[in-house]
């Protein structure tokens, strides 16, 4: 069974840097389209990252506006789904670290994030869907994530 491809890009959620994208290699296209919806290369991190205090919504849109141009070129694409749920902190529209639970969000929002996480993990019509494995414990710690390594070569 041939394994699904390596992402070229992945979105995720960094606590106290808010969304960040890493790019598989240097490939100029991961650059410019990332700079053009509004990443910032972080030569130290060796990351994208969105400006600090960019709106949770706009953050998001932004994701889905790369992500949809990546997979129009044909790349892979991988996004953490908690992405789409806002972070819960005093300022939980912006695109900073979250500092607890959902405060003060009434219940309906909080199944409206649980909606949109299920929606986010649907697959693409980009990318052919792939027959599901089945998952053994002993395959993986509980504690496993996985995670998406960046190989830039500068």
Excluded: C, K, W
């Amino acid at each position: 069974m041939p394994h699904p491809p390596e992402p070229a890009v992945a979105f995720g959620r960094i606590p106290d840097l808010g969304v960040a994208a890493a790019v598989a290699d240097d490939r100029p296209f991961l650059d410019e389209v990332l700079r053009r919806h509004g990443f910032e290369y972080s030569p130290r991190r060796d990351i994208y990252l969105l400006p600090p205090g960019t709106a949770h919504d706009a953050a998001v849109q932004t994701v889905a506006a790369a992500t949809q141009r990546f997979q129009g070129a044909g790349l892979s694409v991988a996004a953490d789904p908690r992405l789409v749920v806002p972070p819960a902190s005093s300022t939980s529209h912006s695109n900073g670290p979250a500092s607890g639970p959902s405060q003060g969000r009434p219940q309906n929002l909080q199944t409206d994030d649980a909606a949109r996480a299920r929606a986010a993990t649907a697959s693409s019509p980009h990318r052919p869907i792939a027959p599901a494995r089945s998952f053994t414990p002993e395959a993986a710690p509980p504690s496993a994530v996985p995670q998406v390594a960046a190989r830039r070569h500068r």
